[in-house]
């Protein structure tokens, strides 16, 4: 089950963080969103990437702290995503796949006329298709 | 994993027992110690100490056909007993002369040999005999050593004999003894492991507990061979039977039971990290880590004793961050490109200490949690259970613990309950400090992170250390902490997770009694962008508590904080500049209306307020402070700020002194009990709020024009006064180059009274613009164009007055300083009305567009600041005359000048005007008045350079026509000609003829004597030469048609060679002539050649007359009379002059 969602700013900044566990955990979940930036940078900025992995969005899996894991991936605007999971054993292509989808509603909610670029994204129907997609995330996506 | 014992931490090492001779036992242990393996010796000095090496039990538990259930897993000294007390091998060393000497000795020796056989007697511990000699002769017989050998039955190669006399020989024997062992110990080791082995084939045990303890022993035998794959199969075997009896067996209590399992899995997990590590499997290490945690993170036990299992499960992750700092495998940076993908399942972290560390403090803390919850229910719990018992101590079984129980003298041990345990366990547990530990685990990771430059991860440690130091009332190093932690959440908008620090932060401002700092960060904790998402009830942010509720309260808590505490009159201040974080409590942007103002008068600006706190909040008195302290006003209306909304004052300001009026500090107070002081900020240039920038909210401006809110600025340029002084430059039209031109200043009071007045002058390239061109930038030729001659027409009889009234200041006050361009001259004190003057005197030497700037200074008197007045004139300088110069021959006159025939030949070179040499050449000056003003020409001469008193007169000049009058007008556009003879005296290649000199006055109309100007015209340099041949025609100045008139062709020779000269004479159709048509003649050196012509003319009106050629042969060069010189006019019948007003008659 995913149970954080974010997307980071170009300055680290958060600009969408949406936790699904209702639970005490939220401000750890930001602790980790927070933390899992470091390793961002390091892939981003680590000169020896091989030039095949140069235009590749989805940054892999960011850190395993024992009870979740984190999923990082970088859009062309350098705009962050970043997900965490409780499902230990994830495969790479529900990763992508939900990475995917949910780029499509981050641009399309960035699209939004009245968005104001750089600036925390509130849109209610954003928030419902990210509730959307991340109901929808599992094993049974690839079947 | 300095709390492991050194025989588990290191590697074993194959132990050989030395006995007899105890002198050789320091060489030879130490060299063994020094081979690769190493092996340890234990060394008995005599034979009867070799009861050490006695079994403790006669009964071997392996040996029983019905085994007892085992009491435990692994034995506590199994381990050391095999490195310190079970040698592999044992040696005895006898000495040669002891053996073949005396028959006593023997014995002794034999008896020895049977003591030892007998200790070692069912164990494979194998017997060496070792035969020391002194000497190399003194070899011992077959006999006694076969003898011997029998005596200890053994093998011929474990009797070695041992060679000490010299160092080779020593060296030789310690080398055989050492390979020997090394062998023996081998083999040893490998039929121990292989006994073992034999019994867990048999599958003979059913308790699991054997089987872990044989496979341990297997993999420590294989240690002991360094067959480190084995002994991992082995360690690997053992953990996994380990975990299936977790759950099955029921020998010990449950709490004991897990405690010794989990021990055991520690040290069997310790071994098997230690050998990947080692081995460089980096990777598999870490995979065995992961594995290790989740198979036994959930095992947590009974709830009383769950904080066993985190301090167990933290240790687990300092272990292996310790093994991963001291073993420095390198991650697998190389070998795997990516990680977090499918190719590498790792991230980087996994491969740092640091994350473990981390994470064993995580763990510790769960630990701490976990004591004291379980303390709390303790102190529930009935007293019987909760005593401790006095006396327990470790057991003989590793991860177990017995009592001890004295009875008089007798001891006895026995098992503990597992309340007992509990009890036991927790008043250890109570014994230590657990957060300093905490603290110095977040410190090692905090470390290694940052220097890895995981900034966020760092901070994390950060805000770890600082909770724990918090924990254990530590306020002050607490506070440091969270401080840097704020700065970072500060910085990258991380607004929960600011929250969180702050609500610590402002506790421990609270607790330290620092209200400034309570207040400081109560205030950016209400005024943070912190909105409800509807979980917040639930998160524990510490002792923030939940947002969305608290921002409110805060905000209502600090503003009416000081109201209660009444006694304490002291306000709070708060300091706001342009980086505090407290920008979002209280922001103030003050823009000016205009960009500059005049004095006294008034100008406008607004004060906005802004600020973020969830509440309105009224501002009791609020003061803004300026650069001038005239200026600063406050107002004591109550003012309301609502959320998130600009409050916009507008006021005005009147400055009485000129230059720049800033808005410096607004000052909000507040409930009487708050001064927020807040740094001014122009609008222009003021930065987001860096927690609130983010937010998507409604853009608002400071201004309620919004331009002004781009642009407005905090200061304000308070211009000078008006000027009441006229300052006039007046100018009569272009300036003519030589001149000096003269610009009257005129100064005239209107209502200012001067003071120590200041008249600048400032000369400037038309050209290059601007008079930010200061007279020395330019360059140095080029400020000579135009040149500040000096300033005339000062008031003198005034000067004079100064000068003699009044004292040295005065005069040394009176500023006059002239450059080239730039000049400076005091102005005398004026009262209104009155006036000065002066005359600006410039020169031009060359024709330049120039701009005269002149400013005055002044004090208008009673205020004590400067006026400046500045006026600017450009003026054009141009040059009087066009001046231009002919050369010419008198009429009809003829030299040949070589070097003009030369010049036609090689037009490439400088051509020069060519002179002859005391012939009278003819050289017409003409100068153009270029000007629009009419000039008086006064003279034209041609002035040798260097002056007429030269020594050598190299020409004569003569005027031959000139200006008549004294004064001769020009009106603009005429052309005056000057003719002058020039007769050169010496003949010269390069003769310089001087400079024509013009002067002229302007034509003014006042009766003012101008000033003559010179103005020089340079003629070139020419050549004078002596002409070889000079050729004159002599002809009538007119003819009459029909009547016939002579020409004569003059030809000299002025060389002192015979000339032969060709000459001939064109047709005409105008006139018949006689004489011959081409024709030679040779002229002797001096004398003159005569060539006579009759002509008659046919026709009248102006006529050419035949064209005449005179060809010097010598020089191939032809004299050709010019058009001019062949014409003639002839009349159709006499002409008749009459000049009547003269009275006479002209007879050409």
């Known amino acids: 089950m995913i149970v954080c969602v974010a997307v980071v700013g170009h300055q680290n900044n958060p600009l969408y963080l949406q936790s699904f566990t209702g639970s005490d955990d939220a401000l750890k979940l930001h602790h980790i969103v927070h933390c899992s930036l470091d390793v961002i940078d390091e892939r981003v900025n680590n000169p020896k990437r091989s030039a095949s992995t140069l235009n590749e969005t989805f940054l892999g899996l960011l850190y395993p702290t024992e009870n979740y894991k984190v999923y990082g991936y970088l859009t062309n605007t350098k705009v962050k995503f970043i997900m965490v999971t409780t499902d230990l054993d994830v495969k790479d292509a529900d990763v992508r796949s939900f990475f995917r989808k949910f780029h499509a509603a981050y641009v399309d909610a960035v699209c939004n006329p009245f968005h104001v670029p750089g600036k925390k994204i509130t849109s209610n129907s954003f928030s419902e298709r990210v509730g959307t997609i991340v109901r929808s995330f599992g094993p049974s996506m690839t079947l | 994993m300095e709390d492991y014992p050194e025989e588990l931490r290191t590697p074993p090492v194959s132990l050989v027992c030395l006995t007899g001779c105890p002198e050789l036992h320091h060489p030879i242990s130490a060299f063994l110690h020094s081979e690769q393996p190493p092996i340890n010796t234990l060394a008995l000095p005599d034979f009867s100490k070799a009861s050490v090496l006695a079994r403790k039990k006669n009964r071997?538990?392996?040996?029983?056909?019905?085994?007892?259930?085992?009491?435990?897993?692994?034995?506590?000294?199994?381990?050391?007993?095999?490195?310190?007390?079970?040698?592999?091998?044992?040696?005895?060393?006898?000495?040669?002369?002891?053996?073949?000497?005396?028959?006593?000795?023997?014995?002794?020796?034999?008896?020895?040999?049977?003591?030892?056989?007998?200790?070692?007697?069912?164990?494979?511990?194998?017997?060496v005999v070792v035969l020391v000699q002194t000497q190399a002769a003194e070899e011992l017989?077959?006999?006694?050593?076969?003898?011997?050998?029998?005596?200890?039955e053994i093998d011929s190669k474990h009797l070695v004999e041992f060679v000490q006399n010299d160092a080779s020989d020593l060296r030789q024997s310690l080398n055989k003894l050492a390979s020997l062992f090394a062998e023996l110990c081998l083999t040893y080791y490998k039929e121990e492991g292989r006994r073992i082995r034999?019994?867990?084939?048999?599958?003979?045990?059913?308790?699991?507990?054997?089987?872990?303890?044989?496979?341990?022993?297997?993999?420590?035998?294989?240690?002991?061979?360094?067959?480190?794959?084995?002994?991992?199969?082995?360690?690997?075997?053992?953990?996994?039977?380990?975990?299936?009896?977790?759950?099955?067996?029921?020998?010990?209590?449950?709490?004991?039971?897990?405690?010794?399992?989990?021990?055991?899995?520690?040290?069997?997990?310790?071994?098997?990290?230690?050998?990947?590590?080692?081995?460089?499997?980096?990777?598999?290490?870490?995979?065995?880590?992961?594995?290790?945690?989740?198979?036994?993170?959930?095992?947590?036990?009974?709830?009383?004793?769950?904080?066993?299992?985190?301090?167990?499960?933290?240790?687990?992750?300092?272990?292996?961050?310790?093994?991963?700092?001291?073993?420095?495998?390198?991650?697998?940076?190389?070998?795997?490109?990516r990680f977090g993908t499918s190719e590498s399942p790792f991230s980087e972290w996994e491969?740092?200490?640091?994350?473990?560390?981390?994470?064993?403090?995580?763990?510790?803390?769960?630990?701490?949690?976990?004591?004291?919850?379980?303390?709390?229910?303790?102190t529930d719990l009935p007293t019987k259970i909760t005593e401790a018992p006095d006396s327990v101590m470790p057991s003989i079984h590793i991860g177990q613990s017995a009592r001890l129980v004295e009875e008089g003298d007798i001891v006895t041990?026995?098992?503990?309950?597992?309340?007992?345990?509990?009890?036991?366990?927790?008043?250890?547990?109570?014994?230590?400090q657990d957060c300093y530990e905490i603290i110095a685990l977040y410190k090692r990771a905090q470390e290694s992170f940052s220097s890895h430059g995981s900034q966020r991860m760092a901070c994390l440690c950060t805000l770890g250390m600082a909770r724990e130091y918090y924990a254990s009332d530590d306020f002050t190093n607490s506070k440091q902490l969270f401080d840097t932690v704020a700065a970072m959440y500060r910085r990258e908008g991380w607004a929960p997770l600011l929250w969180e620090v702050l609500g610590y932060l402002r506790d421990c401002g609270k607790r330290l009694g620092l209200t400034n700092e309570y207040t400081a960060y109560s205030l950016e904790m209400a005024a943070l962008p912190v909105f409800s998402t509807g979980f917040e009830e639930t998160i524990d942010f510490g002792p923030a508590g939940p947002a969305t509720l608290s921002r409110e309260e805060i905000q209502r808590e600090v503003l009416n904080f000081a109201v209660e505490t009444d006694g304490d009159p002291e306000p709070v201040g708060l300091d706001v500049d342009l980086v505090s974080p407290l920008r979002s409590v209280l922001l103030v942007a003050v823009a000016f209306h205009e960009q500059s103002v005049k004095p006294d008068s008034v100008a406008s600006l607004t004060v906005s307020l802004l600020s973020h706190l969830p509440l309105l909040f009224k501002v009791d008195l609020l003061e803004v402070e300026f650069n001038q302290p005239a200026c600063n006003f406050s107002m004591s209306i109550p003012l309301e700020v609502s959320p998130n909304k600009w409050l916009r004052l507008t006021h005005e300001v009147k400055s009485g002194q000129s230059g720049k009026l800033e808005c410096l500090t607004v000052k909000a107070k507040i409930n009487n009990n708050l001064i927020i002081c807040c740094r001014a900020e122009s609008p222009a240039l003021m930065e987001d709020l860096t927690s609130w920038k983010y937010e998507n909210q409604r853009e608002t401006y400071p201004t309620l024009d919004p331009a002004l809110s781009l642009s407005g600025q905090k200061s304000i340029q308070v211009d000078e006064p008006n000027p009441l002084v006229d300052l006039t430059l007046n100018s009569i039209g272009p300036a003519l180059v030589g001149e000096v031109f003269q610009i009257p200043v005129l100064v005239v009071s209107t209502g200012h009274v001067i003071h120590g007045g200041e008249l600048k002058i400032n000369l400037v390239?038309?050209?290059?613009?601007?008079?930010?061109m200061s007279p020395r930038e330019t360059d140095e030729s080029d400020a000579h164009h135009v040149e500040l001659l000096s300033i005339s027409g000062l008031p003198e009889e005034k000067e004079d007055d100064l000068n003699t009234d009044l004292s040295e200041e005065t005069k040394s006050d009176n500023?006059?300083?002239?450059?080239?361009?730039?000049?400076?001259?005091?102005?005398?004190?004026?009262?209104?009305?009155?006036?000065?003057?002066?005359?600006?005197?410039?020169?031009?030497?060359?024709?330049?567009?120039?701009?005269?700037?002149?400013?005055?200074?002044?004090?208008?008197?009673?205020?004590?600041?400067?006026?400046?007045?500045?006026?600017?004139?450009?003026?054009?300088?141009?040059?009087?005359?066009?001046?231009?110069?002919?050369?010419?021959?008198?009429?009809?006159?003829?030299?040949?000048?070589?070097?003009?025939?030369?010049?036609?030949?090689?037009?490439?070179?400088?051509?020069?005007?060519?002179?002859?040499?005391?012939?009278?050449?003819?050289?017409?000056?003409?100068?153009?008045?270029?000007?629009?003003?009419?000039?008086?020409?006064?003279?034209?001469?041609?002035?040798?350079?260097?002056?007429?008193?030269?020594?050598?007169?190299?020409?004569?000049?003569?005027?031959?026509?000139?200006?008549?009058?004294?004064?001769?007008?020009?009106?603009?556009?005429?052309?005056?000609?000057?003719?002058?003879?020039?007769?050169?005296?010496?003949?010269?290649?390069?003769?310089?003829?001087?400079?024509?000199?013009?002067?002229?006055t302007r034509d003014s109309k006042n009766q003012d004597q101008p000033e003559t100007v010179t103005t020089k015209h340079s003629l070139p340099q020419v050549c004078v030469e002596e002409p070889p041949l000079v050729a004159a025609i002599e002809c009538p100045p007119f003819a009459i048609v029909g009547d016939p008139f002579s020409l004569y062709?003059?030809?000299?020779?002025?060389?002192?060679?015979?000339?032969?000269?060709?000459?001939?004479?064109?047709?005409?159709?105008?006139?018949?002539?006689?004489?011959?048509?081409?024709?030679?003649?040779?002229?002797?050196?001096?004398?003159?050649?005569?060539?006579?012509?009759?002509?008659?003319?046919?026709?009248?009106g102006v006529q050419q007359l035949p064209r005449i050629t005179i060809t010097s042969v010598r020089y191939s060069a032809q004299l050709t009379p010019s058009i001019a010189a062949g014409t003639i006019f002839v009349y159709p019948a006499e002409p008749k002059f009459s000049l009547e007003k003269n009275g006479s008659e002209l007879v050409v």
């Open chain 2, 351 to 378: 491969f740092q200490p640091a994350y473990y560390y981390q994470l064993a403090a995580n763990y510790l803390r769960e630990k701490r949690c976990c004591l004291e919850q379980s303390s709390v229910s303790k």
């Open chain 2, 198 to 337: 034999s019994i867990i084939e048999k599958k003979s045990s059913p308790f699991p507990e054997l089987n872990i303890r044989y496979c341990f022993k297997i993999a420590i035998y294989a240690e002991f061979r360094r067959d480190w794959s084995e002994a991992l199969k082995f360690y690997e075997e053992a953990y996994r039977v380990l975990r299936e009896m977790a759950n099955t067996s029921t020998r010990l209590p449950p709490i004991q039971r897990l405690v010794e399992i989990k021990t055991i899995a520690e040290q069997i997990h310790f071994k098997i990290s230690t050998l990947l590590l080692h081995g460089g499997k980096i990777m598999e290490a870490v995979a065995r880590f992961l594995k290790h945690i989740k198979t036994y993170k959930r095992l947590v036990g009974l709830p009383e004793v769950d904080f066993l299992h985190w301090e167990w499960f933290s240790r687990q992750f300092l272990v292996f961050a310790e093994l991963l700092e001291t073993t420095a495998a390198s991650a697998p940076s190389s070998q795997s490109p």
């Open chain 2, 141 to 152: 017989s077959e006999d006694v050593m076969t003898a011997l050998r029998k005596r200890a």
């Open chain 2, 1049 to 1100: 062709i003059k030809v000299k020779n002025n060389t002192n060679l015979l000339q032969e000269i060709k000459y001939s004479l064109g047709d005409s159709q105008n006139f018949i002539f006689c004489g011959a048509h081409v024709h030679t003649a040779s002229i002797l050196p001096g004398k003159e050649h005569v060539l006579s012509y009759k002509f008659v003319p046919f026709s009248a």
């Open chain 2, 765 to 772: 390239d038309a050209r290059g613009g601007g008079m930010l």
């Open chain 2, 413 to 432: 041990v026995l098992p503990l309950s597992d309340a007992e345990y509990v009890a036991y366990a927790l008043a250890e547990a109570e014994r230590f």
């Open chain 2, 815 to 1000: 500023i006059r300083k002239i450059q080239y361009s730039f000049g400076v001259v005091s102005v005398p004190v004026l009262k209104e009305g009155e006036s000065w003057c002066c005359n600006l005197e410039i020169r031009w030497h060359r024709p330049k567009s120039v701009m005269v700037y002149v400013s005055l200074g002044y004090n208008p008197g009673d205020v004590d600041q400067r006026v400046n007045v500045h006026r600017s004139l450009q003026i054009e300088g141009k040059v009087p005359f066009f001046t231009n110069h002919r050369f010419m021959m008198p009429f009809r006159r003829e030299p040949l000048l070589i070097s003009n025939i030369r010049s036609l030949i090689s037009p490439l070179e400088e051509k020069k005007v060519s002179l002859a040499l005391k012939e009278n050449n003819i050289v017409i000056v003409s100068a153009k008045n270029c000007t629009d003003v009419p000039l008086n020409l006064v003279s034209m001469k041609i002035v040798p350079e260097g002056g007429t008193d030269s020594n050598e007169k190299l020409f004569l000049v003569q005027e031959i026509s000139g200006i008549s009058n004294k004064c001769t007008r020009f009106v603009p556009g005429e052309e005056f000609r000057g003719v002058f003879s020039i007769t050169p005296l010496v003949a010269k290649s390069s003769l310089s003829l001087g400079v024509v000199c013009v002067e002229w």
């Open chain 2, 60 to 127: 071997d538990p392996l040996s029983q056909p019905t085994p007892a259930p085992p009491s435990g897993i692994l034995k506590r000294d199994w381990l050391l007993k095999h490195r310190t007390r079970v040698p592999a091998v044992v040696a005895a060393l006898f000495r040669a002369d002891q053996i073949s000497g005396d028959p006593a000795q023997w014995l002794q020796a034999c008896t020895d040999l049977e003591n030892l056989k007998s200790l070692i007697h069912g164990r494979s511990t194998r017997l």
